[in-house]
């Protein structure tokens, strides 16, 4: 349940265009929690806003997002560690940037009601829409009561710096990098390998027929057909019945609306289900210009999304979608893709920039 401490109203020191400081008072949301903790002559106009946490070192598990998450709890609410508010957020951040939504949520809270914190209702309005995304039950409430978020995502949503270090992938010798497919004067994949290892052998557990069809047909698509089957094995685990809670169907788990945009008439059939699934594939990775970690994170939580964060969106299931498939493709990258099948991203200058600096 939502965290409401008694409180009254104040008035938001940021507005956005007074629609959302309206809904926070409406709803409670925005009211600012007296705070006996404050130090002597500290007012809530004058709270700390806190740093952003330094870049991880090597790969985070979720295990490590988890400690954050309840390390942060305790740092809030002064349970088993010294009250720090500052802290507290710190650590609900770093949780953040790797898609814990409780964390995303409780930083959210914080920022709204500046529990010893400076309040920015802008980043928890991105927060909350975070979260909700990821299906947290009081985040949606908030996020349909605040609308949508305004400007650029915050720090701790974007993509953790080094992200996505692949899972395993032991040392082979290497194979030259394959050729980006592009037009005159268009700038190739982003992010190209010098190198790449060998692709593995299909998946455990694919049918060779399936195998067979997909090394058939992936090429007609400009799609390495070792990808193809990653993300099938990923998406159904080879299932031609599946369905998931939100009606995405088959092999290639095809949502309706990915399948009437790719002329997919009947989802049921394997072979409509893994075209569709290949010229959806054969889309993102000319949009998004090769780069197979936005590929990948589009294919499971749409395009949209990918844009909105500059990056793979801060959802646990998404992040580990991407590194998981990755993995599973020895840590390849980039892919070859066919630049006369729609204008890339604009975010994708956005991204280079952060990237460069």
């Keep these: 349940m939502p965290r409401r401490p008694n409180c009254r109203p104040r008035r938001l020191r940021r507005l956005l265009g007074g629609t959302l400081a309206a809904a926070l008072l409406a709803t409670g949301a925005a009211a600012q929690p007296a705070d006996p903790a404050l130090p002597p002559g500290l007012s809530l106009e004058s709270l700390p806003r806190p740093t952003m946490p330094p870049a991880e070192k090597g790969p985070v598990v979720p295990a490590q997002v988890e400690r954050w998450r309840q390390e942060a709890h305790a740092h809030e609410y002064g349970e088993g560690a010294e009250r720090d508010p500052v802290r507290a957020a710190q650590l609900y951040c770093r949780a953040a940037r790797y898609g814990d939504a409780e964390a995303q949520y409780s930083l959210a809270w914080m920022l709204t009601n500046a529990r010893g914190i400076e309040r920015d209702d802008a980043q928890a309005a991105h927060l909350f829409a975070a979260a909700a995304e990821q299906g947290h039950p009081q985040a949606q409430a908030m996020a349909q009561r605040l609308g949508t978020p305004l400007g650029a995502p915050p720090p701790c949503l974007r993509p953790p710096d080094g992200d996505l270090v692949p899972l395993a992938a032991a040392p082979q010798t290497p194979r030259p990098s394959t050729v980006v497919i592009t037009r005159p004067g268009v700038r190739p994949a982003p992010f190209p390998e010098p190198a790449r290892l060998p692709p593995p052998p299909p998946p ?137 099948v729609t204008p890339p991203s604009e975010m994708l200058g956005l991204l280079r920039a952060l990237r460069s600096n």
């Design 204 to 340: 455990p557990g694919a049918p060779p027929q399936i195998v067979r069809f997909v090394e058939l047909v992936a090429p007609q698509y400009k799609l390495e057909p070792h990808v193809v089957l990653a993300v099938m094995k990923q998406e159904s685990n080879f299932d031609p019945g599946a369905l998931s809670p939100k009606n995405a169907q088959g092999l290639m788990q095809l949502i309706p609306d990915t399948a009437r945009r790719f002329n997919v008439r009947n989802a049921a059939d394997p072979a409509q289900n893994i075209r569709g699934g290949m010229a959806y594939l054969r889309w993102l990775l000319a949009y998004f210009e090769g780069d197979l970690a936005l590929a990948l994170a589009a294919y499971n939580a749409g395009e949209g999304a990918v844009d909105r964060y500059r990056g793979v969106p801060p959802y646990a299931e998404t992040r580990l979608y991407v590194r998981k498939i990755i993995a599973n493709l020895n840590g390849q990258r980039s892919h070859p893709f066919d630049a006369s």
